[in-house]
């Protein structure tokens, strides 16, 4: 089962507004990364989250986690027409070798 | 160019049929994964690799096996008792330690049986 779980499914947006996608764990994590996905291709990283940290920024990207809640969120902000994808957390245990879980993913899409 | 690459990018195959997808990456990491994507899902691990010779089945290793003889390649055969193969199958690299675990993706190979 996945170790995952991106809430909402599908998210519609204008160009401008933020967008805010948010991911739920089930198990104790080493770290937390979001992913992005384009149609057909392979994931890009975008910014890893570790268990000790709460809030991190990477350009207009903001993640926060909250251990405590199993919990994480993305925030993109001033969004793009570009930014429409697939966005995808995944979580990492150390299970005798470090394991990376991936959820469904959220399905962005952002109108010009 | 460092990087991950998977081959081929499409693949057909007939029903009964193993076929192999390769992945080779030269980020000399040290871990590599599988993964299955089916349309508008997430992804799920196949198998994965933390060292060269040693491999681990993930969630859905069932009509699938790998090898791990070389660090640079970790191919993926899909047998004949998979019985639902069709589907995007991607390939990653990470340096396999807890501390920084970012992985690498190729650009997958898309199986369809026909």
């Known amino acids: 089962s996945q170790q995952g779980e991106e809430d909402p499914q599908a998210l519609s947006i204008q160009e401008g507004e933020n967008a805010t996608m948010n991911c739920s764990y089930k198990?104790?994590?080493?770290?937390l990364q979001w992913y992005r996905q384009n149609s057909g291709r392979g994931l890009v990283h975008l910014i890893l989250?570790?268990?000790?940290?709460r809030e991190k920024h990477s350009g207009r990207l903001r993640v926060t986690l909250d251990t405590s809640k199993k919990s994480s969120s993305l925030l993109i902000t001033a969004s793009r027409a570009a930014d429409t994808a697939s966005y995808f957390c995944?979580?990492?245990?150390?299970?005798?070798?470090?394991?990376?879980?991936f959820g469904a993913g959220t399905r962005l899409f952002v109108k010009a | 160019d460092g990087g991950i690459t998977q081959s081929p990018k499409y693949l057909f195959r007939k029903e009964g049929q193993n076929v192999t997808l390769s992945c080779e990456q030269n980020l000399n990491h040290d871990a590599m994964y599988w993964y299955r994507q089916d349309p508008g899902q997430g992804l799920r691990l196949i198998y994965y690799s933390q060292i060269v010779n040693d491999f681990q089945k993930g969630d859905i290793a069932e009509g699938y096996s790998v090898s791990r003889e070389k660090k640079e390649s970790f191919p993926l055969t899909v047998t004949s008792a998979q019985k639902n193969p069709t589907a995007f199958y991607l390939c990653a690299s990470s340096i396999g330690t807890g501390l920084n675990t970012e992985a690498f993706f190729g650009q997958g190979t898309r199986l369809t049986v026909v």
């Open positions: 989250i570790r268990s000790n940290e």
């Open positions: 995944a979580t990492v245990r150390n299970t005798g070798g470090f394991k990376t879980i």
């Open positions: 198990t104790s994590i080493n770290n």
